[in-house]
């Protein structure tokens, strides 16, 4: 093969690859969600070695505006009415924290590429009764494309995967002691007030997610919780079904 020949053939195979692999030089825009659209999901919960059940849920959409996505979400042949929830524009979870509204959970910030990273950081105080404030912190990560095989079909997604952290500092607590003691005046209740520092406690979570532009949404997400002593306490594995997109 001649010098120019072998050049010709480089240029090619260059110009093949391009051309084979389009999806990953592309940036991935926000959806454009529609009233009516609809998703089935079979959803799989797991908490500790043991405690396993399954739902069939439905997400429908009431409207959408530019920053907000109105939606129903509930579990098929259940008797409870659907809750009437929203999300932000991207999907994001948008919850009150410290008497503000602030972006809780993002796992698709739009534009989406192979490669790109973010993160979610907060801290919540006296998020229950017994917690004086919650921190949590999670990085975003897309990987690439995966064919996945679900009960809705087979479908070339966009993995991203999430990992974080949670640390929580209780409230201190107060128990209460009462003791019988007997002397020569006869028997005294005496009582006792103990008081303990509020401890720390820390785990992981972990997000693994697959995104479909054409779906709108999600196709399959795993999320795990793990506990201060690095045990997983809890999975929860949502898996599409069947979806309907408005015209």
Partial sequence: MTPIAKKMKTAQLWLAAIVSFP?????????SVKEGDRWNYQVTQEHGANNWSQTHNEVIVLRATPSTIYFTAGQIGSKIPANEVFMGADWSRIRAVNGKEMVVNRPLAFPLSVGKTWSVNYTKQHPEKHKRWEQREIKYTVLGYETLQLPAGTFKALKIEGEGRWTVELEPSQTVVQTA???????????????????????????ALWYVPEVKRFIKSVEESYDNHGIRNSRETVELESYKLSE
């Fill in 181 to 207: 003691q007997v002397n020569d005046s006869g028997t005294t209740m005496v009582t006792q007030a103990n008081k303990t520092k509020g401890e720390l406690y820390t785990g992981r979570t972990y997000l």
């Fill in 23 to 31: 999806a990953f030089a592309q940036n991935i825009a926000q959806p």
